[in-house]
């Protein structure tokens, strides 16, 4: 059974900076995508950053462009997301998902459709406050 574990929330004061983690498990998948979504209270769940994992194409939401980047560690099965120069309205519940549809031609449009994201952790908090 896939599991996906989040960590490294927390709170953190505006221009300030949090790594999180997203260890996966139990699946034997060779191609598949990884994506951190966010959502804040009363809002919808969106797509903030997912990479794939093939050839480590990655994809961002233009709302965190220049300041979040996804990498990944291939041989421990986590993905990361540094986030730099946080901001207030980056607050939010963090997840990580995994989709297994997902192929190098992607285009960015589609990178973050929730209902192809199979596998969910359970959320990590960021509050981004002073």
């Known amino acids: 059974q896939v599991r996906l574990v989040e960590s490294g929330g927390g709170l953190v004061q505006p221009g300030g900076s949090l790594r999180l983690s997203c260890a996966a498990s139990g699946h034997a998948l060779d191609s598949y995508a990884i994506g951190w979504f966010r959502q804040a209270p009363g809002e919808e769940r969106v797509g903030v950053s997912c990479?794939?994992?093939?050839?480590?194409?990655?994809y961002y939401a233009d709302s965190v462009k220049g300041r979040f980047t996804i990498s990944r560690d291939n041989a421990k099965d986590t993905t990361y997301l540094q986030m730099n120069s946080l901001r207030p309205e980056d607050t939010a519940v963090y997840y990580c998902?995994?989709?297994?549809?997902?192929?190098?031609?992607?285009?960015?449009?589609?990178?973050?459709?929730?209902?192809?994201?199979?596998?969910w952790g359970q959320g990590t908090q960021v509050t981004v406050s002073s």
């Open positions: 990479i794939y994992i093939v050839d480590g194409k990655t």
């Open positions: 998902a995994l989709n297994p549809y997902f192929d190098g031609d992607v285009p960015p449009d589609e990178a973050f459709i929730v209902d192809e994201y199979d596998y």
